[in-house]
């Protein structure tokens, strides 16, 4: 794969070679779709767990360009999700896109591009934020960013967005002219490890010596991961988080300064080796959608896009206080005024992001929103619930609409399902975190 530096200053891109510290060894319903495949007409590429899967009898599918695993032979669907809520699953994320933005001038980008704060962020910690555009507000793509040095940041994004958001980061830099090193870590691997059991299972396995009990969710550390022949890994960063809902971890494998090809098969079979399948099982990208979905997390190209502000998707807490006084990221003038309702002055916004329960069949993407005969929404997400027997889903329904416990309609496969707007996450979050 191509992997590149780009060198934001006050001149033309310029080629260089990658050159990380010690402390950068890791840690649409728009008019953009970046859910599924990569419509490049490329060949699909393959994570460096590509043969692992294959040879675990995992049924692959493509996924943001690449060869991704749905599930596996060993588990249903449903058994894969209650196996993660109730054990861990391990599960590929390498199809996602990893940065590295360093120097001077790297938090004020962030700041500029994001509607976050970063340079008064602790090191070692990050947050989920979103990418904007400037004059709309509209989301880019979502992202979590982590500092991991004084001027130094982990970015991860989705796989599925990597042209458009290179093509996006690559122009914001050139407009911004700031002394900011950007590197897309091309050719690395990333594991999520999640579940009740997984802080357990990682503890057994770590070469470093960490207090997980005091490694709170948002954290991240450097270590070494022991692996199954004796030896050790390279320095991984690992972040407490994912994607699930349940407490996990996020292990990420350097592939511009290590061999993350091999290093993330190995760990990976350490993993399992250590844990034992009574605890651990491999899963794939069906119970990742579904756990997910009950957790009330977002999926770009479903449920944010290019026409979508954080305010509209319910995501306005991750806008600093200090960013609603002083503005100056990208939309700003169009996302801080939705802050406020229109009854108290501001814009307010027409439509938001909820959640649902469904009776009879599940809602899909696409489906209408009812109320009285009239559309008032659109579905964005939906599936079954493993966890609460029930059909859940996700979508924007109009302003004043929105409280939980409203009742409406959706309609699927042209017959009306009845529904109430219901409060996410449909299932409580477990992340580990420090006493209030």
């Not at 010690?22 to 043969?51: F, H, M, Q, V, W």
């Not at 943001?64 to 861990?88: C, E, I, K, W």
């Not at 070469?207 to 450097?222: R, S």
Request: with cysteine; proline share 5%.
């Amino acid at each position: 794969m191509k992997s590149f530096t780009r060198i934001a200053r006050a001149s033309p891109r310029v080629k260089a070679s990658a050159s990380l510290s010690a402390a950068g060894r890791l840690s649409t319903a728009g008019s953009i779709r970046c859910a599924s495949n990569a419509s490049s007409g490329e060949p699909l590429k393959k994570t460096p767990l590509y043969d692992f899967h294959v040879a675990n009898g995992a049924k692959m599918v493509p996924f943001a360009g690449y060869h991704m695993p749905v599930q596996y032979s060993s588990l249903s669907l449903a058994d894969s999700h209650h196996f993660t809520r109730n054990h861990a699953s391990l599960f590929d994320v390498s199809h996602m896109v990893q940065h590295i933005f360093k120097g001077p001038a790297a938090a004020a980008f962030l700041e500029k591009v994001t509607p976050s704060s970063w340079s008064n962020v602790a090191p070692m910690s990050g947050k989920l934020t979103t990418f904007l555009w400037p004059g709309t507000g509209g989301i880019v793509d979502d992202t979590i960013v982590t500092r991991i040095g004084e001027d130094e940041f982990y970015v991860v994004t989705n796989g599925a967005c990597l042209d458009k958001d290179t093509k996006y980061i690559d122009e914001e830099l050139g407009k911004f002219g700031g002394d900011v090193q950007w590197t897309r870590l091309d050719g690395s691997g990333l594991v999520a490890l999640q579940g009740p059991q997984a802080a357990e299972i990682l503890s057994e396995v770590l070469a470093t010596d960490i207090n997980l009990k005091e490694f709170y969710f948002g954290n991240t550390v450097q270590a070494e991961l022991k692996l199954a022949d004796g030896g050790k890994t390279h320095p991984v960063l690992i972040s407490r988080g994912g994607y699930t809902g349940e407490d996990g971890f996020e292990i990420s494998f350097n592939g511009k300064l290590y061999p993350a090809l091999e290093s993330t098969v190995k760990a990976v079979e350490s993993l399992i080796k250590t844990a034992g399948p009574e605890r651990l099982q491999m899963a794939g990208l069906g119970a990742r959608d579904s756990l997910r979905l009950e957790a009330g997390m977002c999926l770009y190209g479903h449920d944010l896009d290019d026409t979508t502000t954080p305010v509209e998707a319910g995501l306005s807490w991750i806008i600093s206080p200090e960013r609603r006084k002083a503005g100056g990221f990208h939309g700003a003038e169009i996302i801080l005024p939705q802050l406020t309702p229109k009854s108290k002055g501001g814009s307010g916004v027409e439509r938001r992001r909820v959640g649902f329960v469904v009776q009879g069949a599940p809602a899909r993407e696409g489906a209408e929103i009812q109320k009285d005969g009239q559309t008032i929404g659109t579905i964005t997400s939906g599936v079954p619930s493993p966890t609460l027997g029930k059909n859940i889903a996700m979508g924007y329904i109009k302003d004043g609409q929105h409280k939980a416990g409203t009742e409406v309609d959706v309609v699927v496969r042209g017959r009306k399902r009845q529904a109430v707007v219901t409060k996410m996450p449909f299932t409580p979050a477990k992340y580990w975190k420090a006493a209030a």
